[in-house]
């Protein structure tokens, strides 16, 4: 079976390899993809539903994550009621 030649399925098939790439390098120095993206998120989001929304996850998700990356040492979540800090 041929490779497509489309440019839409070139530009796809150059985001997974980016993406597969970028990932081995996270995964080197111990986060995920998604670790990465809460991390990018953070520094404006002050809650846990504005960190969901910026990263378009679910409640449950981005709860994942964040626990993750608190048990790594990574970041510290100040509990107020609601809102992480």
């Not at 679910?58 to 100040?78: D, F, Q, Y």
Request: net charge positive; hydrophobic share 40%; with cysteine.
């Amino acid at each position: 079976m041929q490779k497509s030649e489309k440019p839409c399925d070139l530009v796809s098939e150059l985001y997974w390899l980016m993406r597969k790439a970028f990932e081995g390098r996270l995964e080197e120095i111990g986060i995920t993809f998604l670790e990465f993206k809460a991390l990018i998120h953070l520094g404006e989001a002050r809650t846990q539903g504005e960190l969901l929304k910026a990263m378009k996850v679910s409640k449950a998700t981005a709860s994942k994550v964040l626990r993750s990356l608190e048990n790594k040492g990574i970041v510290e979540r100040e509990r107020r009621g609601r809102a992480i800090g």
